[in-house]
């Protein structure tokens, strides 16, 4: 581990215990209104750390409560990347050949997609749930995945233990998710921590237009979005959840690449 | 090099088509017709006007009938929009947006090109750090948090720029969303030109010339600079999208009549047709403007043509 890693690393774990122990300590809960107290400034006393928005709900309760379903909607995006990423890799390298050919061409054709698009498609024609959102983002974060996945898998399928399972009559189907994804572990953990980064601003970017996670409930993308609607008069409402986002993603950015290059060489860049 | 061409051309037809088919199917499968929300409608009504629309016919039919309106240019009517067809909405939005991802794209290959150069001559000194950590800091902050930062200080605070488009003419009122659009692929490609100069410059064609005795600015200039871009220009593709996206957001915050917005509004409306016909529009804008970044790679690097 190097000092970026710490650093990063310590900044994040620190982001995320305060975002789920804080709004416990705190007297306000995300909902409670008080229209004597609308727009506050942030102070210590009455524990208003960040404030009070617009209709005079405590602002710190409201990040921490943001920081944390964008922290979720992230892993779970992420394991539904890595899910369907881990399985398409892992079957177009095992099965090579004209069956990888064209796998790998689908993967060519969809990189070329703005897939944002589809997403807010989706968002349209569907009504917008918790769920739809996790999948919709984890959909289009499973190319790079796949990508790196089928690579580690090619040169895998040539390994003893891989042959010795072919020879004794295990099926391709096992082979495939019990003897080389187990394998693929490593590669996969350093690429998942770069996931995650672009999982939060794919949710923060459809929160942000009013498409994602929708009110009483949060995320940091629709409070930045409450924020500038607010900045003329009360720019903590703005600038408490920005900082807050960069703060993740640059975190989560620092810390994936750091990782990177501690574990694969061979990674770009 | 013609031949070429026309291959990624043709190349590119089931692209376009899987995207529309996918965009269709999207819209279509939605729950509930584009009328449900209206107050209740007597059932002759809801006929004529589905008739009107023609969601009356089969699925297939539909598809069929909109593909082949489609190949002539006709997107429909507009549902929200009653006296517009889509194609019009687009074709008085899209003029702006152009413009200002235009700008914005020069905006971000002069600076990136130059600090990376820059970065990768006066490697590992506080020069380099600087401008590294700036475009760590580009590629992780998103454009939503940019664009009202940059708004808050250099407009509301410091007044200097103005911060809406209405109301404002000329250059002043491109200068915020350039700049904020631009930002996030200013530090991308400062960071791969970095990379790549690093590459290059390290080669033994740079080495013969430095011993023929030319200086570092020549050298970049004559002979490191284009091996260099190859990768810069294979970003391109993701940089224009990119770019779009971001445009959608910035076009909202600073309240831009461009196709972004018409996106969001048309998103948020549930305006099928419009949005429908604008992810078309745009997923075909991508993949040509691919096909033109990949033709560009084999002026560049004639290597590729003889694959």
């Known amino acids: 581990m190097n000092r970026g890693m710490k650093v990063s690393g310590g900044i994040l774990l620190g982001i995320i215990a305060v975002a789920f122990i804080g709004p416990l300590l705190s007297p306000h809960d995300y909902l409670q209104t008080d229209f004597g107290k609308l727009l506050q400034s942030p102070a210590v006393s009455d524990f208003r750390l960040f404030g009070t928005d617009d209709l005079g709900r405590d602002l710190f309760v409201r990040c921490m409560l943001g920081v944390q379903v964008t922290i979720l909607v992230a892993i779970v995006a992420s394991i539904v990347s890595l899910v369907i990423g881990v399985a398409y890799g892992a079957i177009s390298g095992y099965l090579g050949g004209r069956v990888d050919a064209v796998m790998m061409r689908f993967v060519d054709t969809l990189y070329a997609l703005p897939f944002i698009f589809f997403v807010i498609l989706l968002m349209v024609a569907f009504e917008r749930n918790f769920l739809l959102i996790f999948v919709a983002i984890g959909a289009i974060n499973w190319l790079d995945m796949a990508r790196i996945v089928r690579g580690q898998t090619l040169s895998l399928r040539e390994r003893e233990f891989v042959e010795a399972a072919r020879l004794t009559g295990v099926s391709t189907a096992r082979i495939v998710f019990r003897h080389i994804a187990p394998n693929l572990f490593g590669v996969v953990i350093v690429y998942v921590t770069l996931t995650i980064p672009q999982a939060i601003l794919v949710e923060s970017f459809l929160s942000f237009l009013g498409l994602g996670i929708q009110e009483p409930q949060t995320s940091l993308g629709a409070l930045v979005d409450a924020g500038v609607n607010q900045m003329e008069g009360a720019s903590w409402m703005l600038l408490i959840p920005a900082a807050l986002l960069a703060a993740i993603l640059l975190c989560f950015n620092f810390f994936g690449d750091a990782m990177r290059d501690a574990f694969d060489a061979r990674g770009e860049k | ?307």
């Open chain 2, 1 to 307: 090099m013609l031949r070429y061409a026309l291959k990624r051309l043709l190349g590119a037809i089931p692209t376009l088509l899987l995207v529309i088919v996918l965009a269709f199917l999207m819209v279509h499968a939605a729950p509930g017709g584009p009328f449900d929300d209206e107050r209740v409608l007597p059932p002759e009504t809801r006929q004529a006007l589905e008739a009107a629309y023609n969601l009356d016919a089969p699925l297939h039919q539909q598809f069929l009938d909109y593909l082949s309106n489609l190949v002539r240019g006709d997107m429909g009517p507009s549902y929200r929009y009653r006296d517009h067809t889509v194609g019009e909405l687009i074709g008085n939005a899209f003029p702006v947006s152009l413009k200002l991802g235009g700008m914005a794209m020069l905006l971000a290959i002069v600076v990136g090109v130059t600090a990376g150069t820059v970065a990768a001559l006066r490697r590992n000194t506080w020069l380099d750090r600087t401008v590294m950590g700036f475009a760590m800091t580009g590629i992780s902050v998103p454009v939503f948090v940019i664009a009202p930062v940059l708004v808050l200080l250099l407009a509301v605070k410091m007044q200097w720029l103005p911060a809406g488009w209405s109301g404002n003419e000329g250059l002043s009122r491109f200068v915020l969303p350039v700049i904020a659009l631009a930002l996030p692929q200013v530090a991308y490609i400062a960071r791969l030109t970095r990379a790549s100069m690093i590459d290059v410059l390290a080669s033994d064609f740079i080495r013969t010339a430095r011993a023929q005795g030319l200086g570092t600015s020549a050298i970049v200039r004559y002979h490191a600079l284009k091996p260099a871009m190859l990768p810069v220009l294979s970003y391109m593709g993701p940089a224009i999208a990119a770019i779009l996206t971001g445009s959608v957001v910035v076009e909202e915050i600073f309240g831009i009549p461009g196709l972004g917005q018409f996106f969001v509004r048309g998103a948020l409306n549930r305006d099928y047709t419009l949005v429908l016909g604008i992810v078309i529009f745009y997923a075909t804008l991508v993949v040509l403007l691919n096909l033109v970044v990949d033709l560009l790679y084999g002026v560049i690097d004639p290597r590729i043509r003889r694959r």
